[in-house]
């Protein structure tokens, strides 16, 4: 996952990132950070590309205003998608200014920072992964989290994606939907989405819904 870091205080800017890296390690998330301390070229790239992202704004940042950031964010690259976490010296959440732009919560500089942040940060990460998403094709994008196996077509160079209440066919090899997944092998030929499991025996797996995949 991507989160970015917006704070044009250099301290507490590396002060958040220590206090993120410290909470996705201890819960074992892969994450990437990416700080900045002004609004430039760079975050306006992030910004326009498409990954679901967590962004942590500071509400004052000198020569822009961390609303004009979110502005851009959901009303100009159209990103309605990504977690946005305020940053602020107050602690007072603007309901108006929150409906309108999507803010998921607001958390003071002083207050309770560290322990506010951890569960700010965990907090976004579960909606986060309930948004991830797996391209079929150009038109077609399906919730991670509804997947339940993944299996070889034979004699092709599809596979088939079985979810708790649909079926999809991709042009993807097994090896690199597992890289993208981690969902957990099995037979060389299947990908179990271990989170939609209800329950297993040596040749039979059930999943949510009633799903169910023999495995002998």
Same mark, same amino acid.
């Given at each position: 996952? =991507? ?6 205080? @250099?301290? $507490? &800017? #590396? ?6 890296? *410290?909470?996705?390690?201890? @819960? ?5 950070? #990416?700080?900045?301390?002004?609004? &430039? ?33 959901? *009303? ?11 940053? /602020? ?11 309108? %732009?999507?803010? $998921?919560?607001?958390? /003071? ?6 322990? &506010? ?8 990460? @579960?909606?986060?992964? @309930? ?6 094709? #150009?038109?077609?994008?399906? %919730?991670? &989290? ?15 994606? *079985? ?10 090899? %097994? ?32 999943? =949510? ?8």
């Amino acid at each position: 996952m =991507k989160i970015i870091v917006i704070e044009d205080n @250099h301290i $507490f &800017n #590396k002060m958040l990132c220590k206090n993120i890296s *410290k909470t996705l390690i201890n @819960h074992n998330y892969d994450y990437d950070i #990416k700080a900045f301390t002004e609004y &430039n070229h760079s975050l306006k790239k992030i910004i326009y590309d498409k990954d679901i992202k967590i962004y942590i704004i500071d509400l004052e940042l000198g020569s822009i205003s961390g609303y004009d950031i979110i502005n851009e964010i959901r *009303k100009k690259s159209y990103d309605w998608d990504s977690i946005i976490i305020i940053n /602020s010296v107050y602690n007072q959440k603007e309901d108006l200014i929150s409906r309108r %732009l999507a803010i $998921f919560t607001y958390i /003071s500089k002083f207050l309770g920072f560290e322990e &506010n942040l951890e569960k700010s940060i965990l907090e976004a990460i @579960h909606i986060f992964e @309930h948004k991830k998403l797996l391209t079929i094709n #150009k038109s077609c994008k399906i %919730l991670i &989290n509804d997947i339940c196996y993944i299996l070889k077509e034979k004699g092709s160079k599809y596979c088939i994606i *079985k979810t708790i209440n649909d079926e999809f066919r991709v042009r993807k090899s %097994l090896k690199s939907l597992m890289e993208e997944l981690h969902f957990r092998k099995i037979k060389n030929y299947i990908l179990i989405n271990e989170n939609n499991v209800v329950s297993s025996n040596k040749n039979i797996i059930k999943f =949510k819904n009633k799903l169910e995949i023999r495995v002998d």
